[in-house]
């Protein structure tokens, strides 16, 4: 039986143990998955610890996707792109490989689960830090016709863009702009934590598409604040539970060599959210 587990803090909340042992019926695959706690300066010990016992491979959630790039031996391009990793592949060989499987779930969510198009669409993202960062370059990889990116602190938005500008077409908007001025936006995507903070930030002159999608990356039982302004503003509206099943399904990708058919348990990946404290 293969090992996995999710390394964080904190961990007790996390539903990818249900998840990925979905996974693994819906693959027939035999599978242990557990959770562990580790603070930052026991993060890379946890790892060492949890490959040396026998397992082949972790997730890695908050706070220590940053950390986690110098514990591997060596990168996938997803994770060098995204700048963080979250799935480390223990090889047979000893080698710790980090991948990023962050933007290909919200892809996916997006293209497989929400039948939303992302080529040719006008993207207007909230936030700069590590979660925006895990998820450009399977967007921009799309083609949309532009993505804006919108931060508090400007500066870091643009640090952003530039990082990213030979993607595809990016840039940041000014701190100061008048969104009553942009194109009807397509989507909407939430890459901060205000959500978790049951903040909403000021966007009531922002034009939407009539078909636009509201995607708030984080995800709770109930509606989130910023789920809720985007149905305020008549439109569709989610949060970010079907990018946690999608990114956890690529995961399992790397590990097990085989992709779970998430479709086909839509249903009881939803209940996993619906019965969870």
Not at 53 to 66: D, F, M
Not at 120 to 126: A, F, N, T, Y
Not at 241 to 264: D, I, T
């Amino acid at each position: 039986m293969n090992r996995y587990t999710v390394i964080g803090q904190p961990i007790a909340h996390s539903l990818s143990p249900e998840i990925h042992a979905l996974f693994g019926e819906l693959t027939q695959r035999r599978i242990s998955y557990t959770r562990t706690e580790a603070s930052p300066e026991g993060f890379e010990e946890a790892v060492r610890a949890f490959q040396q016992a026998g397992g082949k491979g972790c997730n890695v959630t908050l706070p220590h996707k940053e950390r986690a790039l110098t514990v591997c031996d060596c990168l996938h391009a997803s994770a060098e792109i995204a700048g963080a990793v979250n799935t480390i592949h223990m090889q047979r060989d000893g080698r710790l490989v980090g991948y990023n499987t962050d933007g290909k779930g919200l892809v996916a969510d997006l293209s497989a689960g929400l039948q939303v198009p992302i080529e040719g669409r006008r993207i207007l993202m909230l936030g700069a830090g590590g979660a925006a960062r895990g998820v450009l370059g399977p967007l921009l990889e799309r083609a949309p016709a532009e993505i804006m990116l919108l931060n508090r602190t400007e500066e870091k938005a643009r640090a952003l863009a530039d990082r990213f500008t030979e993607f595809g077409s990016i840039h940041a908007l000014p701190c100061t702009a008048d969104l009553a001025d942009l194109t009807p936006v397509d989507i909407v995507i939430n890459a901060t934590s205000m959500s978790l903070q049951g903040e909403v930030p000021s966007l009531d002159e922002l034009t939407l598409d009539d078909d636009a999608l509201v995607y708030d990356m984080m995800y709770a039982r109930e509606d989130t604040p910023f789920v809720n302004w985007g149905k305020s503003r008549g439109v569709r509206a989610v949060h970010g539970y079907g990018m946690l099943v999608q990114q956890a399904a690529e995961s399992f990708f790397v590990w097990e060599g085989v992709r779970p058919k998430v479709r086909m348990a839509r249903k009881r990946f939803a209940a996993i959210l619906a019965n969870s404290h």
